[in-house]
């Protein structure tokens, strides 16, 4: 029985090697330094500790110059919006629309243009309810966190798909 377990587990392996299946790994990027400039605090901490996770890229720090960086990325504009949706029969808000908007650029710190100015969207939908008005709220924040991890991983690939400097 033993064996016929080895058997099989060990076909599945070759099965799955021979499809060409991989995990995904950490992203190459073709810069080895980066500038972060963010106004949104959040945003930035979460850039930069998606970045430093790989080990080919050096984060340069706030205080330091933008120009000891191989590029410099700019969040031009980090806007939340919140768009009513569904009214119910008396006019009340039943349901609203949450969306987070980023437009960003990088750059060399010579000043040449590697990713023109990008927007990226995010958008939840989220019903409302006046007896559980506090549950919402923190309900709004978390999907405000969640919008903002999704964008972060985005930019990320985009970072990830320059090539050459």
Do not use: H, W
Not at 36 to 41: G, T
Not at 54 to 61: A, I, L
Not at 146 to 161: H, N
């Amino acid at each position: 029985m033993n064996r016929r377990l080895l058997l099989s587990a060990l076909g599945s392996t070759l099965l799955l090697t021979a499809c060409g299946f991989q995990l995904r790994q950490a992203p190459d990027y073709a810069f080895d330094s980066i500038y972060i400039s963010a106004a949104n605090v959040a945003l930035g901490n979460e850039l930069r500790r998606s970045i430093a996770t790989s080990d080919k890229v050096r984060v340069v720090g706030a205080a330091g110059p933008a120009g000891s960086a191989q590029v410099v990325l700019e969040i031009v504009s980090d806007q939340r919006e919140k768009v009513v949706v569904g009214l119910n029969a008396s006019g009340q808000v039943r349901e609203f629309q949450l969306r987070t908007r980023v437009k960003f650029r990088l750059r060399t710190a010579q000043g040449k243009e590697l990713l023109p100015e990008t927007e990226l969207l995010q958008q939840r939908d989220i019903s409302f309810n006046e007896s559980a008005a506090l549950a919402k709220e923190t309900e709004e924040n978390l999907l405000y966190r969640d919008m903002q991890t999704d964008i972060v991983q985005q930019l990320m690939r985009r970072l990830a798909a320059v090539k050459a400097l």
